[in-house]
């Protein structure tokens, strides 16, 4: 069974930064693209960021790009996000996922998952 744990949120001013870090255990992921998610009081969850196994694609949402960064580390399992110049509407619990492309993993967004308990992220304005 897939086991995710994430880290990294906390409280930060608007224009601030925070680097999200989510490691996968369980089996091996480096052929498997990874997806940081987010789910705001009140909104559906979202993908912001997605990446394909090698690091050569990614996908980013409208309201984050030129802002967010995903990366990761196939060695260590784990895939990050790097926030920069925060705004309060990024305020969120955001999640990381995997699934077989960026495409599909994308869109469980809205699929069925098992979500990992998420990290904080508060902007303060």
């Known amino acids: 069974q897939v086991q995710v744990v994430e880290s990294g949120g906390g409280l930060v001013q608007s224009g601030g930064s925070l680097r999200l870090s989510c490691t996968f255990s369980g089996r091996t992921f480096s052929s498997w693209a990874m997806g940081w998610f987010r789910q705001a009081p009140g909104k559906e969850r979202e993908c912001v960021a997605a990446i394909n196994w090698s690091g050569g694609r990614t996908y980013y949402a409208d309201s984050v790009k030129g802002r967010f960064t995903i990366s990761r580390d196939n060695p260590k399992n784990t895939v990050y996000l790097q926030m920069n110049s925060l705004k309060p509407e990024d305020t969120a619990v955001y999640y990381c996922?995997?699934?077989?492309?960026?495409?599909?993993?994308?869109?469980?967004?809205?699929?069925?998952?098992?979500w990992g308990q998420g990290t904080q992220v508060t902007v303060s304005s």
């Open positions: 996922a995997t699934d077989s492309s960026v495409e599909t993993t994308v869109q469980l967004a809205t699929g069925v998952y098992h």
